[in-house]
């Protein structure tokens, strides 16, 4: 008895006479090319749970789930190539090894080929990393912004599309220590113009999805609303896969401010009911709670939040002043933007970057960001500054996003995370 065996097969392709498929094969001839033990294969003719298929990701991809997302995938990817070239973006490749934390939180992987039980020290008894391959303590990129920002001082236009790592011990449905990251940077874009971009992206790629991969989106759809109908009813989504997708592509999103988004949901009855598990008030970050409730249940239609308050965002972000969009006499905020998509939250965040060399220089100390490790980057607001914006898109959790999928190591051919990187 075979199962999954590789065949050649020889016969007349007609209409089919049973349900579910459009066409057969009358078979005249059958060539076994790869023999599979039935009794050995892992992955049977039943349903298995998706816990299980991560076990076996070097098999999943034979099964239809897993090979509609990634051909989903392939989709997205490629139509992010064809946005970009298409708006005058130079693709621009960022390195995956870096001396600098872009995001300045210390969560990277470090890179050394150094013995660690008895790395050369110095007289401090501190590790001496001038001995080490790069001749200085080095690791793996969680971003290539800061990079595109150089590009696009020379370039005009830049984008990134490479993987990132972050070392963050987290095991959440939302998380990877392996990702890819696609970030734009164009010189003289202000914040609209930033708004603008990704937004355009986001209707680009939905409407690529919607016309290339159909038969998938309807068998996805499928498996989610079969999903959907195991949950409770107050824990249903209102709309099924293809519906969402259209939802996004079809409304103009939604502008508002941090500072506004706040006072929504303040007056919100779930938390005039305390049914938000995280707490509302300036200053705090917005949850993924709050986040779906002004996409799902306000607006009903996607959401770019901007101005939020700077301590919250990362020191390469714009300060606002008075008269700034996204000022707030409640705070200091920064020209930030975040897109918001139903049922998932934050898929995108950018921002206007701080283009002034003193306000910037500034911003780094208060962070505790050192300048000495990123002398390069001031040089370029030294040597003929120009106003910029950017933002980061993760691919993982736009595939997510597309593909209904729940968990995000099911979007990744072969998921890094905390004690597993196999395969």
């Not at 990634?70 to 621009?92: C, K, L, M, P, T």
């Not at 990877?176 to 930033?194: C, K, Q, S, T, V």
Request: net charge negative; aromatic share 10%.
């Amino acid at each position: 008895m075979r199962d999954r065996a590789s065949v050649r097969c020889t016969g007349t392709i007609v209409e089919s006479q049973g349900s579910g498929q459009r066409v057969e094969m009358q078979v005249s001839e059958v060539e076994v090319l790869g023999d599979s033990d039935a009794n050995a294969y892992p992955i049977q003719p039943k349903k298995h749970s998706l816990e299980f298929l991560r076990e076996n990701a070097h098999l999943r991809f034979r099964t239809n789930t897993y090979s509609a997302i990634f051909r989903i995938r392939h989709q997205v990817s490629f139509g992010i190539h064809e946005y970009f070239d298409a708006n005058g973006y130079n693709y621009f490749h960022s390195p995956i090894i870096t001396a600098s934390d872009a995001e300045g939180a210390g969560e990277m992987f470090r890179v050394s080929t150094l013995d660690p039980k008895g790395p050369p020290l110095n007289d401090d008894g501190t590790v001496n990393w001038k001995e080490d391959f790069f001749g200085a303590e080095s690791r793996l990129t969680v971003s290539g912004q800061l990079q595109a920002e150089l590009a696009a001082t020379a370039l005009g236009k830049a984008y990134t599309f490479g993987p990132t790592f972050r070392a963050e011990n987290s095991n959440t449905t939302r998380h990877l220590a392996e990702f890819w990251m696609i970030e734009p940077e164009a010189a003289f874009m202000d914040l609209h113009g930033d708004m603008d971009l990704a937004e355009g992206l986001c209707k680009h790629l939905i409407a690529r999805v919607l016309k290339n991969s159909m038969d998938d989106l309807q068998f996805l759809d499928a498996r989610l609303k079969e999903e959907e109908a195991q949950k409770p009813q107050a824990q249903r989504s209102d709309m099924g896969l293809i519906d969402r997708l259209k939802f996004v592509l079809e409304n103009p999103f939604e502008r508002i401010t941090y500072t506004d988004a706040i006072d929504i949901l303040l007056r919100s009855k779930p938390h005039q009911k305390k049914q938000f598990q995280f707490p509302v008030e300036w200053g705090v970050d917005l949850q993924s709670e709050h986040e779906r409730h002004l996409v799902e249940k306000h607006f009903k239609k996607p959401v770019i939040v901007t101005g939020y308050p700077a301590q919250i965002k990362a020191f390469y972000m714009r300060t606002n002043a008075p008269g700034d969009f996204g000022y707030s006499e409640k705070g200091k905020t920064v020209a930030a933007m975040d897109v918001l998509f139903p049922g998932i939250g934050e898929i995108i965040g950018g921002s206007q970057r701080e283009e002034r060399l003193d306000v910037l220089e500034a911003r780094m100390k208060e962070m505790h960001v050192p300048a000495e490790e990123l002398w390069w980057y001031l040089d370029t607001r030294r040597f003929g500054t120009v106003p910029h914006a950017g933002f980061g898109l993760g691919l993982e959790r736009f595939v997510l996003f597309v593909t209904g999928m729940g968990n995000i190591r099911d979007v990744i051919p072969f998921p890094r995370t905390p004690k597993s990187a196999e395969f």
